[in-house]
């Protein structure tokens, strides 16, 4: 018993080391120029029902567009942004930098593949200070619990930035879907196992398995809101597990008490 508790934690330990080994925590690209904005730019969540990266932006001047030792603006900054729903990001010359939300909308993925969906968003950004436009260069980091971010094919012209974004599963939330849709055919599975062996056998109205298998057929509902993400019904999930183990301990628990009324109208 021993060993198999050291294998199981050795096990664990190997799994976080590959969940947090698979999440780079920045990605920098764009004009190393001195005189630049820097846009600090981080996912904070990706929300898959409404195809949207939640983003937050705050930028940060570098050389003569700096204004002392705390690099605020020396001359106005103004940030448009790809966004379709977010305003023109203005930002006073002189005035303390705040951070600003964007949203921007996902250009492809979908939730209804769970888990195994990925999402993808081509991100840009426009700036200018003082009226003109100035190099522009950007970190990025992912910061939602459940996504692992990348960013790629990074594009920089003076005043511009572009760069295309994908989001998907972390190792862990993946490997929890998994098990869950296992467990549930597991689950299902026994349920129906011994619902034959109950009928094979001629055993009657067995109460405590029937009520075994009703608690279990509520406890897969329990199962499938689980899910991390709390994805939508009609995802792979839920055609790949979670309804066949359903109707299967449907099926189980009415052919055991079918069985067990006809039994005891017999004797």
Excluded at 148 to 174: C, I, Y
Excluded at 249 to 255: I, P
Aim: glycine fraction near 10%; avoid cysteine; proline fraction near 4%.
């Amino acid at each position: 018993m021993g060993v198999v508790i050291a294998v199981l934690a050795a096990g664990g330990i190997v799994g976080f080391r590959i969940d947090t080994g698979t999440r780079k925590l920045d990605y920098v690209t764009g004009s190393n120029d001195p005189d630049r904005v820097e846009l600090d730019v981080t996912l904070q969540r990706v929300d898959v029902t409404g195809r949207e990266f939640d983003l937050r932006v705050i930028p940060i001047m570098h050389g003569s567009l700096a204004d002392g030792a705390d690099a605020v603006p020396a001359r106005d900054i103004e940030v448009d942004t790809s966004s379709l729903t977010s305003g023109l990001l203005r930002f006073k010359a002189h005035d303390r930098v705040s951070l600003q939300d964007v949203r921007m909308g996902v250009d492809d993925g979908l939730v209804s593949a769970y888990p195994f969906d990925s999402y993808a968003a081509s991100i840009g950004f426009f700036v200018t200070a003082g009226g003109k436009d100035v190099p522009v260069s950007m970190r990025f980091r992912g910061y939602d619990a459940l996504f692992t971010a990348e960013m790629t094919d990074a594009e920089w012209p003076t005043g511009q930035l572009k760069a295309n974004v994908l989001a998907g599963r972390t190792f862990s939330s993946s490997v929890l879907a998994w098990f869950l849709m296992v467990a549930m055919w597991a689950l299902a599975l026994s349920v129906l196992g011994a619902a034959l062996t109950i009928v094979s056998k001629k055993m009657g109205l067995v109460w405590p398995a029937m009520g075994w298998m009703a608690a279990t057929l509520f406890a897969l509902v329990g199962f499938r809101n689980a899910a991390p993400g709390s994805p939508p019904i009609g995802g792979l999930i839920d055609y790949g597990a979670f309804f066949w183990a359903e109707l299967l301990t449907t099926a189980a628990l009415v052919y055991v008490t079918v069985h067990g009324i006809r039994r005891a109208r017999l004797t």
